[in-house]
Every structure is written in C-alpha cells, then in structure tokens.
C-alpha cells in the first residue's frame, strides 16, 4: 500500500509544481505568504515527499484549482494498490460472499439496511456479524461489499483484527472488479482504522490519504470531508498538531454539522490538538462546538467531551467546575466502561488534591470500591486501585495516584483486555 500511495503523491506533487511554474513568477512566493509557509516549504516538500492531502488542497485552493478534476487529470484511473494478506484462514463470510457473486438472490435488501446495520455495530457487533452472514446472500449484488466493510468494522470494534483485515480486503477487491470506486474509498477509510489498531499510524495516515484522493475524484464531498477528519486524526497521533489542525480545519467546511460522527470527532480531536500546543481557549471552543452538536443518546461520545472539557478546566485554572464536570463524566462512564471510570475517578482526585481538597479528595478516592469487583477480570488495575485505596487511608499523595493512572492508562494500550472491562448491557 505504501509504494502505491507514494506514487501517487509523487505524480500530484509533479503536476501542482508544474502548474505553480505556468503561473509564471512570483506565484510560488505568494503561495508561501498566503499559506503561511516559510520559503523553501514547497521545494522542501518536493525533495522529501511528505505532502498530506491536507496541504495539497489548500495549494489547489489557493490556485484556484477544482480539486476534484485536478486530481483526475493528475492520476488518470489507476488506483492500483497491493496489500499483504492478513494472517491466518479467511471468516467463512468471505467465501460466502465470493460465491454471492456467482449467483442470484431472491427478495434482496437495499442501503438503507445495511446503513441501519452499520450504525448498530457500535453497541451490538456480535449481533451485526450474525445479521451480516444473512445480509450477504440477500443484499443486491452491488452492495456486497458494503456488507463485508460493515462486518470488517464489527470484527475491528470486537478485536478481531485479522478477521476485519480478511473481510475488508475481500471487500475491497470485490469493489475494484465491479470498478465501484466510491465504495472503494470508504473501504479504504475502514482499513486504516484497522491498521491503527495494528499499531501502524503512519500507514493508516497514508491509506486515509489514498482513499481522500479517490473519494474526491469521485465528486463525495461528504464522504471526503471524513476522510479528512481520520487524517486529521491520524496526524494527532503522530503528534503533528498543526498539519492536524489545517486538516480539521479543511475537513469541517465540508462536513455539515449534526451531518454524521466525523463531525463531532474533528472538532473533538482539533481541542485535543490545540490543547496540547497550550492553547486552552482554542480548545475549550472547539469542545463547546461540538457538545453543541451532541446527541443526547450517544453517551460514550458525550462522556469523552465533557472529560476533554474537565482537563480544559484544570489547565486554565477552574479547578472546581473541572472537579463538577469530572463527576458527570465518572456518572456516564460507571453505566458504559469501568476502566475508562477508573481512569476519571482517580483524573477527579489528582484535581482535588492540587486544589487542597484532601477530605473531598479522599471520599472519591473510597468511592473506588465499588469498582474492585467489576475490574477483578484484569488483576493489574484491580490492584493497582486496592493499593491507592490501602495506602491512601495513611494520606493521599500525587505521586501514588500517578502510579495508578499509569498502572491503568498502561492496560489501556491493550485493547483486547481493555474491552473485556465494557460494561456490558
């Protein structure tokens, strides 16, 4: 995937450079200026490579350029790209869907099942898989692989990994030959979800990138403006902050609010950037934006933002509204994830303890037994917890609730554990 992706960059980059050149002198300096690029950023980005989607854009802005029809023109239609095959035997739904395509089907089902299936896997996975060993003998045949990206996402979200790489590929190929290039895109975007689990960030960047340019091509403004949200995300990651926030910023224009979750997540992810450059009343904007767009339902997404919002609080000083919004925040992760609870409640003391709140910092710590049992199926945080709690009665002190949240925050790392905490309906 990697090869292929950097070729294509390499062919964009030649094409805009040799635009920028027909537009005479002078052009490549006001790029520069407008952009807010030092000199030499451009050449340096031509020798090394490293352009993002995200900064093409906004040159192809700048010029006035349609990116749609630039990036046609540029790469013609090859998407050609290879992968490596995941490890072991494909899910039996892979070779169901290949023999789908071998045959016809009575009283087959449409998008809107499937897009009702796909906002399920969220809560109900296991459930979705079940739905989709059904969906693909029933789907019209232009739809199979949006069910096998649907199940990819499902095996993802239950640690699955090697079953969601299987099934996300598959469905992939099966797009290619039937030349679906918009479907294409999105399997792409899923695929890099899967690749971060794996570890690889740096790669999901480039498949983010490499579906962003399909997507685009295609004319899915919507659908491109999410892809920007996940390079966006991805660049986070990587601690890029500022190509990070561009690319929000990019994203956003095209994404109408209360539109879809991609949304919610770039504003979410931006306060998260601006945050950690020090810029607290960015932050603090971007999180009010997106709880603005907040869907009373989706408690998880909720309980994320008012913990950024928390931490917001604390750097800037507020510490007793950041003391009330961490108690909303422990309130909703007690009924969804008793890690992620853990985590908030021992976030809830460090914050009163730097206040000077001992007495009240000692009651929230002792509220933590309630969590021992829930948290007995992973023995590392269930004692780290017991040892906060055993120790704490002598005098809390930072530096032991410090090694808790590390303890914790450590077993977080490891996804498949961390979800066995998921409180479970």
Known sequence: MTDSHQRDVAR????????????????????????????????????????????LLQMLEHLGLEPAKFVRRALGDDDGFEFDRPPGEPPALIAQAWARLRVSAEGEVGLGFLNTLDQ??????????????????????????????????????????????????????IARQADNRV?????????????ADRGDRNEALQISEKAGTILLRCGETLAFGETLVDQGTWLYYLSRYRDAINTFDLALERIPPRSSRSYRQGLQVAGLCFQALGDTKAALACVLRAEQDMRETNLGDKGKLLWLRARILLDIGKVNQAVEVFARVIEIFRELHHGEAAIATCEMVRAQLTAGQYREAYETAASMRALVEPLSKNKIISSAIADLLRFGQAGLTLTL?????????????????????????
């Not at 479907?183 to 899967?194: F, M, N, P, T």
């Not at 090694?403 to 998921?422: A, D, F, M, Y």
Request: charged share 25%; glycine share 8%.
């Open 120 to 173: 399920r896997k969220y809560e109900q996975p296991a459930e979705v898989l079940e739905q989709a060993h059904w969906a693909i003998d029933h789907v019209e045949l232009a739809l199979v692989p949006r069910v096998l990206g649907v199940a990819g996402a499902a095996w993802r979200l239950l640690i699955q990994l090697d079953s969601a790489m299987h099934a996300i590929q598959a469905g992939i190929e």
């Open 401 to 425: 609730v410090e090694q808790v949240i590390t303890q914790i925050q450590s077993e977080r790392e490891n996804r498949q554990r961390w979800r066995l905490l998921k409180k479970q309906p």
């Open 12 to 55: 964009l980059i030649r094409a805009l450079d040799q635009t920028i050149r027909d537009r005479g002198r002078g052009a490549l300096s006001a790029m520069h200026r407008e952009l807010g690029y030092s000199a030499g950023w451009w050449q340096g980005r031509m020798a090394s490579g490293d352009v993002t989607v995200g900064q």
């Open 183 to 195: 479907e294409l895109g999105r399997l792409l975007r899923r695929l890099a979800y899967v690749t």
